[in-house]
């Protein structure tokens, strides 16, 4: 198996079926958990000198933090259902305690924090839904913690791609500190494949081939992308949901397309406003 696939395992004391961190990962900034917690199970952490981004995948749960507490928040049971999640931000220097009300899935989405921001709940009314793309790379965008809204480092967003099509595409890359043409973020990909049982294809590739790897994803693994292009595409059959984690040195969201490819995107436009 690729190192950079990290794949769900069974829960430990706490819940916790995948764990990344920006050692194990190798890199500077990003963090992303995973836990499933049974009804009536707690998970209490300490946020230390990170900004933390719950999002509440399935089930419904009670929330607190030092100043804040929330009741029966969460409303889908399957991510599938493509509603916009409940979220929970969590600055540093904080805890949050979670309380499972039904059996509940949620990823812990982690970068270094300044303390700027208080914690606050991310309702699904404030999560931003859009259509990107066009013809067999369109896909569906929740919007959760994109860099209009206030936190210190973390971006965070929820696609899915429909059977057959394509998204991160056409590919994309975020490796270089060069603004304002290209930012540079760490990223890593939560997938989640419908039916279970089906997979996803991502390739993960740099312009000079020393990274050039193609990927075969399973329900509930991770892929880390430290750099290069990374698209994604969900074979026929499969739909396929991914939540997106990123963080750099600059918070904000500035890409290169691989030229080889970017014509696509033109093309598809056009297409779709005929």
């Known amino acids: 198996m690729s190192d950079l696939i990290i794949p769900s395992h069974t829960p430990d004391e706490e819940g916790k079926v995948l764990s990344i961190s920006p050692e194990s990962a190798g ?5 992303f958990e995973v836990y499933a917690l049974q009804k009536g199970k707690t998970l209490k952490k300490e946020t230390g000198d990170r ?14 933090t030092k100043t804040e507490k929330w009741e029966n928040i969460g ?15 969590v600055p540093p220097g904080d805890f949050y305690e979670v309380e ?9 989405c982690l970068a ?24 067999n790379i369109e896909r569906k965008i929740h919007n959760i913690l994109p860099e209009q809204k206030p936190a210190d480092s973390l ?21 270089q500190d060069r603004l304002p043409e290209e930012s540079y973020l760490e990223e890593t990909y939560y997938h989640k494949v419908h039916p279970g049982h089906g997979f996803a294809v991502q390739r993960v590739y740099t312009d000079d081939r020393s990274l050039d790897e193609t990927l075969i994803v399973r329900n509930g693994d991770a892929v880390l992308v430290p750099k290069g292009y990374h698209p994604v595409a969900a074979p026929p059959g499969y739909e396929i949901y991914y939540l997106n984690v990123m963080a750099g040195p600059v ?20 297409a779709k406003q005929l």
């Open 27 to 31: 890199w500077k900034y990003v963090g």
């Open 51 to 64: 900004e933390v981004c719950i999002v509440l995948l399935t089930g419904k749960a009670h929330l607190s």
């Open 75 to 89: 409303e889908r049971m399957d991510v599938f259902e493509k509603i916009p999640p409940y979220s929970v931000y």
């Open 100 to 108: 499972a009300v039904t059996d509940l899935e949620l990823a812990v």
């Open 112 to 135: 270094p924090g300044k303390g700027t921001h208080p914690a606050r709940l991310i309702a699904p009314e404030d999560v931003g839904v859009e259509m990107r793309g066009a013809g």
């Open 155 to 175: 971006l965070v967003v929820e696609v899915f791609t429909p059977e057959g099509n394509w998204s991160s595409y056409p590919p994309h890359k975020h490796d």
């Open 251 to 270: 918070r904000t969201w500035k890409f290169r397309n691989d030229p080889d490819h970017e014509w696509v995107m033109e093309r598809k436009l056009a």
